[in-house]
């Protein structure tokens, strides 16, 4: 079984101590991927819940040990070098953020008795008039090292803000709506929460979010509204002084104090104004002197304390989420909201390596539901999987590597993240030999005018992997929106269908002539257009030897030739009902599956050789799937709200297994997160990228169940076992040998690849950031930001060990 997908930027990650890894919480699971080539290396599987923190343990660069929460109620502590679980606490609720500032304050020794709390954020609901009521969130507080709950808990109006902790460990704050929280972490035992010392800053506005200082007694936090604002002097009455009651008593100061409200325990505030939305994270730089900031523009923007001027790092692909420090001074990670997190070098401002994940569909699509579905491809031949995004592109996934492969551009307008998109990629569809790629793209009006369906038709490069634009179609069904797109199974023909009433049959043709695109003299046209009785067409499907097209036409399936566009045949019934989905059996010539939704929805097995239904479930079916090598297929079906709660079950949605002759299902899966999924069938060889695939055997495709959070899980459908070999591929990951980086080349970047020869295959993008070597190297090797360049007297060995040549003792 094969697991992967899912979103990589709903946490923030951490760094390794050495910064040679990123870990990363993806659904249950802890990815770990290496920062020099962005590749998967190891994942921590145990949790049986949506991992919701990871923390790395300081210290010494050689080990690997992290803390994990997660919404099963439970505390990790693990070696991820060896990707082994050591230590696992039990608490009382699921756990939606942690915190364990003791790690920063001093080194930590597991051998010895220690005081290490860790600060968890809980979801808090409880019953009220045998009611379930949501009473906000709630703070406590646990002895990682006893193992045990401390007595007492701190309540927060707001459940989902991240606790943050200030790089010297002594502080842990969160942003709660107007009111930012501080509490000073504990340096000896406590019994109850009572005894931390705690203080509040307000706001007017909500916050969003909030970072300390790295040496001075400074908070900056970020609120809804774009506003940075910066306290001075924070705690100098509340978290120095004896008093453990914080700010409840009253304090006075022995100077005036600039623009801070009655109560809070502060010298200043001063405000900064660029973000134009909600402010989603703030980092201060080691020094202190500079501020970080991202929002939704996908602007990286770097702030001077001093003088409070700005530099800006534009166009970095979509609103940014979460900013993680490395050991490297030089280099960060950002997370973007298309799932991509990218490792910016600030030395020279250029994004070095990136993690891509499945991106998230477009937001209009629940705008637009009833034009736009959830709608990936599988293209068969490569193993991967292939889903409209956001940004007006459309994206190749490999489901056995878990990674972006490739996307296609398919509208030319800019994306701008701040700004709501007007196009929605609503269909995309593969050719059998995914040599011909057609979308579906509608634009939406513009002060009422301009909206409209686009099909476009799309050539595979040879060898490439790439495809190019063949053939624009503007309106291809007049004023009607395209309902469904498909294609002949060996042959050059498309078929388009529509709610305005019609399909049109589409074949690509040598004598249009496109000379400004790939492959010329060579385009698609209409050949025929079919309709029946004006009733809306939802779905089409060529049979598979491709001599029949059945199309759906409310609620009756119509057949026809496509070579001569003659109608065959009517079967269904057209009352309270419309065909939303139909597929032939590939190994059942005579059995045709369908799916009606409305008034009485259905799950029929029809025989063609007597036009009448095989059998049939009157049942709501979210997506359903035919296996190519066998006569079954698979449907996935929601699960009623009462028999989830008869069940006691988390769990949405069921995948039903049938042969098309015998309505008693083969096998069923229970799955999650199923209602607005998807199943797909895929060939084993395909997927395991290997063409010496068993043959003297049956066929045994692996099927694909997708959820609505684009998390995947591919498996076995007719083995017991999923076939044990294939659970954990070592393939999938990527090796760990890595160079090691020198001081030299963690501040002036990477030596020529040309001098390393390294293989072009491996060496990513970017490689505008390397500097071929001149005659005086030393005109522009401290060229950069003083805030990156570190003190000569630490980088002073390294440099000149990378200069000169080293002789061992035995050659004097």
Avoid at 127 to 148: E, F, P, S, T, V
Avoid at 428 to 439: F, Q
Avoid at 580 to 589: A, G, I, N, T
Wanted: proline share 5%; net charge neutral; charged share 20%.
């Amino acid at each position: 079984m094969l697991s992967g997908g899912g979103l990589l930027v709903c946490r923030p990650p951490a760094f390794s101590n050495d910064g040679r890894k990123l870990l990363v919480c993806t659904a249950n699971t802890v990815s770990i991927y290496t920062v020099a080539t962005a590749l998967l290396v190891t994942e921590l599987v145990g949790h049986k819940g949506q991992v919701t923190t990871v923390i790395v343990v300081p210290a010494p660069a050689n080990e690997c040990k992290c803390w994990t929460s997660s919404m099963d109620a439970t505390l990790r502590l693990w070696d991820f070098n060896t990707a082994t679980s050591l230590r696992t606490l039990q608490v009382s609720r699921p756990v939606i953020y942690m915190a364990i500032p003791g790690f920063l304050s001093r080194p930590i020794d597991h051998d010895k008795k220690q005081q290490l709390y860790a600060f968890l954020s809980f979801d808090w609901k409880g019953n009220c008039d045998g009611q379930l009521d949501d009473w906000g969130g709630r703070l406590k507080i646990y002895d990682a090292m006893k193992m045990k709950e401390v007595k007492g808990q701190l309540k927060l109006k707001y459940r989902q803000q991240l606790l943050v902790v200030s790089p010297s460990g002594k502080y842990v704050g969160v942003a709660d709506r107007r009111v930012i929280h501080i509490w000073k972490s504990p340096d000896e035992e406590i019994v109850h929460v009572k005894e931390v010392k705690k203080i509040r800053l307000h706001h007017i506005k909500e916050f969003s979010t909030l970072a300390f200082h790295p040496s001075d007694m400074i908070v900056a936090a970020g609120d809804v509204t774009g506003r940075i604002l910066i306290w001075r002097g924070v705690g100098e009455q509340s978290l120095f002084s004896a008093n453990t009651h914080g700010q409840d008593e009253s304090f006075s100061y022995h100077m005036e104090r600039f623009d801070v409200r009655a109560k809070d325990d502060v010298m200043s505030r001063t405000t900064w104004h660029w973000h134009q939305s909600a402010v989603n994270f703030l980092s201060f730089s080691s020094d202190g002197a500079y501020l970080y900031s991202g929002a939704k523009e996908g602007v990286f923007v770097i702030w001077q304390m001093e003088t409070g001027k700005r530099r800006y790092f534009p166009r970095l692909g979509g609103p940014l989420l979460f900013f993680a420090n490395s050991p490297e001074p030089s280099l960060f990670s950002i997370s973007c909201a298309d799932n991509k997190i990218l490792f910016v070098n600030i030395s020279t401002m250029t994004v070095e390596k990136s993690i891509e994940g499945i991106k998230p569909p477009s937001s209009l699509q629940e705008k637009f539901r009833h034009i736009s579905g959830f709608s990936p491809a599988v293209d068969y031949k490569g193993g991967m999987l292939v889903l409209p995004a956001e940004n007006h592109t459309v994206q190749f996934y490999d489901l056995y590597y878990d990674r972006a492969v490739s996307e296609v551009q398919v509208s030319q307008r800019n994306y701008i993240p701040a700004i709501e998109t007007t196009v929605l990629v609503t269909l995309v569809a593969l050719s059998g030999e995914a040599s011909v790629m057609g979308t579906v793209e509608y634009k939406l009006p513009e002060e009422g005018v301009g909206c409209g369906y686009s099909l476009k038709f799309w050539a595979a490069e040879s060898g490439s992997g790439k495809f190019s634009l063949s053939t624009v179609i503007d309106e291809p069904h007049s004023d009607a929106g395209v309902s469904d797109l498909t294609f002949h199974p060996w042959m050059n023909m498309a078929v388009s269908t529509s709610y305005g009433g019609n399909f049109k049959i589409w074949t690509e043709s040598k004598s249009i002539s496109r000379n400004n695109v790939f492959g010329q003299g060579r385009g698609w046209r209409c050949q025929s257009v079919g309709s029946y009785k004006g009733k809306a067409m939802l779905c089409a499907a060529f049979s598979t030897d491709g001599s029949l097209l059945a199309v759906g036409a409310g609620g009756l399936v119509t057949f026809w030739n496509p070579e001569t566009n003659s109608l065959v045949s009517v079967i269904g019934d057209s009352l309270d009902s419309r065909i939303s989905s139909l597929s032939f059996v590939p190994r059942s010539e005579h059995h045709l599956v369908t799916i009606s939704k409305g008034l009485n929805p259905c799950l029929s097995v029809w025989n063609l050789s007597t036009l009448s239904i095989w059998w049939s479930y009157q049942l709501s079916v979210e997506a359903v799937a035919t296996d190519p090598d066998r006569p079954n297929f698979a449907v996935l079906l929601p699960l009623a709200v009462h028999v989830r709660d008869k069940l006691k079950t988390e769990k949405d949605a069921v995948i039903v297994l049938f042969t098309v002759e015998d309505p008693i299902p083969v096998a069923a899966w229970a799955v999650r997160k199923g209602v607005g999924g998807k199943v797909m069938f895929i060939q084993e060889s395909a997927l395991l990228h290997e063409e010496n695939i068993n043959k003297s055997k049956q066929a045994e495709n692996r099927l694909i169940f997708l959820n609505r959070d684009h998390e995947y899980v591919v498996f076995n459908p007719y083995s017991d076992d999923d076939d044990e070999a294939h659970s954990v591929p070592s393939k999938r990951f990527s090796s760990m040998k890595d160079p090691v980086m020198s001081g030299y080349r963690t501040m002036f970047g990477n030596i020529p690849a040309q001098e390393l020869n390294i293989d072009k295959s491996s060496h990513m993008a970017n490689q505008n950031v390397i500097r071929a070597p001149t005659s005086h190297p030393w005109d522009s090797i401290f060229s950069g930001p003083s805030h990156v360049l570190p003190p000569l007297a630490r980088v002073g060995a390294a440099f000149l060990e990378s200069m000169l040549e080293k002789r061992s003792l035995q050659e004097f």
